[in-house]
């Protein structure tokens, strides 16, 4: 390889790895070298496992020479979102609360990371217990873009995001409630793929059933799309302890070769119903030439998703207050007095979100459920004439911290979520992925793409074939 370890995609590593142009110590001691190097820069890691990573790569190295099966990630570094578990690692999801608190045993797909052969060397930040669309808790502080670390990284999984631009690691999966991992990949200019749900599992207790309302999953992010659909089909499959999870179907590594003429294509830059900044349109309107050129049908749409972007959000507020405020059961449940003692130790913006927020009521629930199921139609009558719809992952391009926008091409907004365009594929379990398509002001611009449920093999298509 031309190019030093650092700078390489993790099939490339792996494939160095195996024809021993690399060995996994040296990639592990040039990843660990630029993490403490360049970390202060944009704050995407707030543990860094030297130990453990150099003890996996001296256990990978080994097993190449003793001549042992080698999996699909053997010796690529990893880094995991400080929301899951990495067993003997803190694991603090952004939080003085558990600041302290060490992970006892490996989330699923961490653990069939690890079993691929890939090495762990740290935990990226993340807002307090993942609630937020930028990046900033008591612990470890705000993440930054690389592109300008003034500007936000986005969220919740905004280390990963940064660590991944600026090739501080090759994969970074991270976690997605309404965006989590599409919204970083858009401000941090890499890709990011929400799959359909249950294709990766998602082991939460005390309540297995939390993740459904909103949806909410694991997705891989990465710098390529070949690198983010390796991880998915390690990641990828059925769980018992997963009521949601699915069996997997296929590998989504090979979708990133195919060809997307026979795809047929519905472009919206605003999904019908966002505010989007011009220049943000400018260049979707530029970058959905590409898929074209690739062979794909691209008409111009307006999707009818049954109500406005406000009440989109409105529905998405309500149901993720109910399933926000569990977040507190949960916490007295381990000891802690969220409503006394340890209310001061809580970020404000999580005490505004939950502890002050009015609890909807059972109506306002399941009318929020209705809202809901007119997304859903909107979208599957779209889907029934088009493969994929393509849109805008945010409104906006990065913005300064704690500066969130008020407004968009004049428009009004709500300023912590109603820039983004994710929430209804967080509403409705459909894969969605954001791509990087260009720059405005030196800053990346994401275009989302988003399919039918189940066919995250369209979706990978198409992305690669925007990337390529």
Partial sequence: MTAPPTHATAAGLARAIRDGEYSPTEVVEATLERIHDRNERTNAFVTVTDDLAREMAADA????EEGEPLGPLHGVPIAIKDLDDVEGVRTTSGSLLFEDRVAESDSPFVARLKEAGAIVVGKTNTPEFGLGTTTDNRVAGPTG???DPDRVSGGSSGGAGAALADRLVPLAPGSDAGGSVRIPASFCGVYGLKPTQGVIPNVSRPNAFASHTPFSTNGPLARTV??????LDVMAGSHPRDPFSIPKQG???AAADRPIDDLTIAFSPDMGVYPIDPAVRE????AVSALESAGATVDRVTPDLGHDNEEILEAYYTMATVRWGSLLENLRDEGFDPRGEDRDRLRPYLVDLIMDAEEPTTREYKRADVVRTHVLDGLADLFAEYDLLVTATVGTTPFPHDEEPEAIDGVE???YRGWVLTQPYNLTGQPAASVPAG???GLPIGMQIAGER???DAVIAASAALER
Wanted: glycine content about 0%; proline content about 7%; charged content about 40%.
């Fill in 61 to 64: 190295k080994r097993a190449i």
């Fill in 145 to 147: 873009t690389p592109f």
């Fill in 226 to 231: 070949e690198d983010a659909a390796l991880s």
């Fill in 251 to 253: 590998e989504y590594r």
């Fill in 283 to 286: 260049v979707l309107e530029d």
């Fill in 413 to 415: 907004i709500e300023p």
């Fill in 439 to 441: 720059f405005v002001d």
């Fill in 454 to 456: 189940h066919d995250d």
